[in-house]
């Protein structure tokens, strides 16, 4: 079955103890994406990238560093994290060629006290 | 990157027809139109995706007229699985330029 997993689903956490958010796809899609979703405000790209090891900032990238080492996996790393990060995590990936069609993970839903 | 503009909420009955309208006036030559589907506390799901015309899949058309300065979601036949938000985004399909702009998008709500 073709799908994006994040790990963990649910995490809460104190301000400053890093932390690690996974992303894989088993669908050789090359282009992959971080959002984050608030309420009352529309989805925002925290980072993506075109390749392994081609990645670039998107909206929001203050707070977080992402890597790219293999095709499948784009974790979302949060060395220090504030009460502000709080949020809801999205990975997404696609084929990136001629296509916006975005395949989403079931999201991270992330607390910071 | 173009903005998009869509109502806030809509109400609509089971087995009507619902048409989201949405304007993009700014969208440039390049730029196709996507729209995708949220339910609470999970991803967006894609819909569909069109450059003018009608574009027609199993689940929604897409009707979009010449000048491009909006567009129309068509879903027919609603039921209440349907309730959720519709998010409306043109985006160029060039390599290298993957950022789209997601607005609050439309809450749909179907009643029985």
């Known amino acids: 079955e073709a799908q994006v997993t994040q790990n963990p689903r649910y995490l809460i956490t104190v301000t400053g103890k890093k932390l690690t958010v996974t992303c894989s796809q088993n669908?050789?899609?090359?282009?992959m994406s971080w959002y984050r979703q608030d309420p009352g405000l529309g989805l925002r790209q925290i980072y993506y990238?075109?390749?392994?090891?081609?990645?670039d900032k998107g909206d929001v990238p203050e707070g977080y560093k992402v890597s790219r080492k293999e095709k499948r996996n784009f974790p979302l790393i949060l060395e220090s994290p504030s009460p502000n990060q709080t949020s809801l995590y999205f990975c997404a990936s696609r084929t990136g060629v001629n296509s916006y069609e975005q395949y989403f993970g079931p999201g991270t839903r992330l607390t910071v006290t | 990157l173009a903005k998009t503009t869509q109502p806030i909420s809509m109400d609509s009955y089971e087995g009507q027809e619902v048409n989201i309208t949405c304007s993009h006036n700014?969208?440039?030559?390049?730029?196709?139109i996507t729209w995708y589907q949220q339910f609470p506390s999970q991803g967006p799901r894609f819909i569909i995706q069109g450059y003018k015309t009608k574009v027609t899949n199993e689940v929604a058309s897409l009707f979009i007229p010449a000048d491009r300065k909006s567009s129309t979601l068509s879903l027919p036949r609603v039921s209440l699985s349907d309730t959720a938000v519709y998010y409306c985004?043109?985006?160029?399909?060039?390599?290298?330029?993957?950022?789209?702009?997601w607005g609050a998008g439309t809450k749909l709500i179907i009643k029985p």
């Open positions: 990238s075109m390749n392994v090891e081609v990645t």
């Open positions: 700014n969208i440039a030559t390049n730029d196709y």
């Open positions: 669908m050789n899609h090359e282009y």
């Open positions: 985004l043109v985006g160029d399909m060039r390599p290298g330029d993957y950022q789209l702009i």
